[in-house]
């Protein structure tokens, strides 16, 4: 449609929009204001509803009160704030009701700092609440894939009634970058007419409730939901690159795979043989991918921005075919191509 | 002989047993409900917003398109449903402890940007679902499993008046106490529940019922003595009335 120059945090409050957002729920934390800031005035003079609500508890129950009524809704935050948001996500899940979650995520634990880190990958990929559920998680490692993966996000929370978490941080919220943006899409106000709460009418009423206290219900409603996660698989998509002759693969999401991608071109010209495996689905994960290059012999280097945790993933996809080392830059100051130059030549040789 | 009917149960009300104890006002509560938006023409336009506790199960006898809340959220969520279906009446239905405990600002907040929805409160003092422990509504002295000497002021805090709060804020547009343990009480209960509708349907703001109920099974009494707790006991310490009526004081 255009060409725009933006931060990250735009890019998803436009994507958002873009995208047939109607409803945005927030509260302001750092360092991801440029989208409530944005969507208060984008969306109430364009038909949608802008709410500062008291705390990121009513955020994200608002959130959940939008999606049982068919509507594109959409909450943020960063790591502290989402935190508090997992009761009303938990609660989406096992009512199977849409919505899209997105956390620039900052360094923790507890108030940490407003700086990057990837310290809530097992947050938002295990679970988060409580009960045996998951969401969908897409991990952008550009502005324009932020805005990509924004629209794709109300997509699959309404193709799979479940809740979408875009996973960012502070890097990819402030950075900025020249992005195209889409056609809008208007609301498709038939995606949730079989379900959706928006009074009886002539038909019989409808009940959205995550209690299931008849004998059998709640196992039988917790299999449903394993199948759902399983159909998802079709949804997996990373990037590669240089993965095909590369000797040592390395795995980043993220911002941090973007720099993991310049650090490897870098040791390309020098002539080391290294390539980049970048989820951008960190739930449903990768898996298939990695096991494809972990038989064609590869050896793998986890890097993130944390002490170890998509790592786990990593050696659970390939165990018995391979191994992986693993690399954290620790939160707290924003690593750069070269911080991983070592790490990686050390793991090539090593 | 011609027959006359005499009475007639609200098409919305299942007919179904109750789970609530013997001498539980919620049942009345329900009943009420579902009488009232069917006679105003209302219940095919409704979303409820159930909460937790002994309410919950409100889906399973008022049949209207229903949703459950978090505890104490369900404000939080009535705002999320009002705001993306404008034109359906939104109706909360909570408990005190719900409310007014572990849902204080989710209700402060939904009052006070005066969201155009209609809260039911019903107030027993107790958390009734998990066996009677305190509720922020516990009045002085009164036993329960969590004050087995009676509530204390000193280390318990007070009774809180959530009809009296929500009166004070500016979003409140209709506010009222009342109580079913007697003809006289329900009908005055019948006349501010159609009213807090009439609100909503209005455009003109938050409405707001407290309903005193009586807990006979956690108050360890019988359905006679319970009923007369609440003329005994409750009113004096949460007195009935409208409270706040903005536009009925406006005209």
Known sequence: MSRIF??????IARGAVD???RCYFGYPITPQNDIPEYLSRVLPVSGGEFIQAESEIAAANMLLGAGACGVRAMTSSSSPGISLKQEAISYMAGSDLPGVIVNISRGGPGLGDIGPSQGDYFQAVKGGGHGDYRQIVLAPGSVQEAYDLTFEAFDLAFEYRNPVMILGDAILGQMMEPIDTREPAGPDLQEAASWRLEGSGERSPRIIRSLRLAEGTLGRHNQDLQEKYIKA???IRHEEFLTSDARLVVVAFGSIGRIVKSTVRKLRKEGHMVGLLRPITLFPFPAPALQDLARQGKRFMTIEHNMGQMVEDVRLSICGLAESG?????????????????????ELTG | MQEVLAYKSPDILADVPTHFCPGCHHGIVHKMLASGLEDAGLAQKSICVAAIGCGAFIYNYVLVDTLEAPHGRAPAVATGVKRSSPDSL????????DLASIGLAEIMHAANRGEKITVVYVNNTVYGMTGGQMAPTTMLGQKTTTTPLGRQSGSD??????????????????AARVAVNNIKNLKKAQKALRRAFEVQEQGLGFGFVEFLAACPTNWRMNALDANA???????????????????????
């Open chain 2, 157 to 174: 805090g007070y009774p809180m008046q959530m009809t009296e709060i929500m009166s004070r804020l500016q979003g409140v547009s209709f």
């Open chain 1, 6 to 11: 933006v931060k990250g945090n735009e890019a």
């Open chain 2, 229 to 251: 707790r609440v003329d005994n006991e409750m009113i004096p310490c949460f007195p009935l009335g409208i409270h706040k009526d903005v536009a009925g004081e406006a005209q």
């Open chain 1, 326 to 346: 693993f690399y954290g830059h620790l939160p707290g100051n924003l690593p750069t191509p070269e911080d991983f130059e070592e790490p990686i030549l050390k």
């Open chain 2, 90 to 97: 939104v109706l909360v239905y909570q408990g005190d402890g």
């Open chain 1, 233 to 235: 698989r079709k949804e």
């Open chain 1, 19 to 21: 995208a047939g957002c």
